[in-house]
């Protein structure tokens, strides 16, 4: 997996479902997990305590750059969905 060969473990991709309970990840990685989440679920919004959280570990040029790259990865999952574009293999993908 093209994550995997990044640096990051096999561990600590099992465990991001429960990233904010985990261990494994550094309070600045929970905090942009926690950004992706919000942003991405179009059941949920971006609150002041999400800001804040996020303001402790990012700048303001820092956030509008991972803002950009979630919106990024949520528009190339919109298009690849609509033309039916196959996964890569970089999940699991549970149906």
């Given at each position: 997996?093209?994550?995997?060969?990044?640096?990051?473990?096999?561990?600590?991709?099992?465990?991001l479902e429960r990233f904010k309970d985990s261990d494994l990840f550094?309070?600045?990685?929970?905090?942009?997990?926690?950004?992706?989440?919000?942003?991405?679920?179009?059941?949920?919004?971006?609150?002041?305590?999400?800001?804040?959280?996020?303001?402790?570990?990012?700048?303001?040029?820092?956030?509008?750059?991972?803002?950009?790259?979630?919106?990024?990865?949520?528009?190339?999952?919109?298009?690849?969905?609509?033309?039916?574009?196959?996964?890569?293999?970089?999940?699991?993908?549970?149906?």
């Amino acid at each position: 997996m093209m994550v995997l060969k990044r640096g990051n473990s096999e561990e600590k991709l099992t465990d991001l479902e429960r990233f904010k309970d985990s261990d494994l990840f550094t309070d600045r990685e929970k905090a942009a997990i926690n950004y992706s989440e919000v942003v991405t679920f179009s059941n949920k919004q971006v609150s002041d305590k999400d800001r804040v959280w996020l303001a402790k570990y990012f700048s303001e040029d820092e956030v509008i750059e991972l803002t950009g790259l979630i919106a990024f990865q949520n528009i190339s999952s919109k298009f690849n969905t609509a033309l039916d574009v196959p996964a890569q293999g970089f999940c699991n993908i549970k149906r």
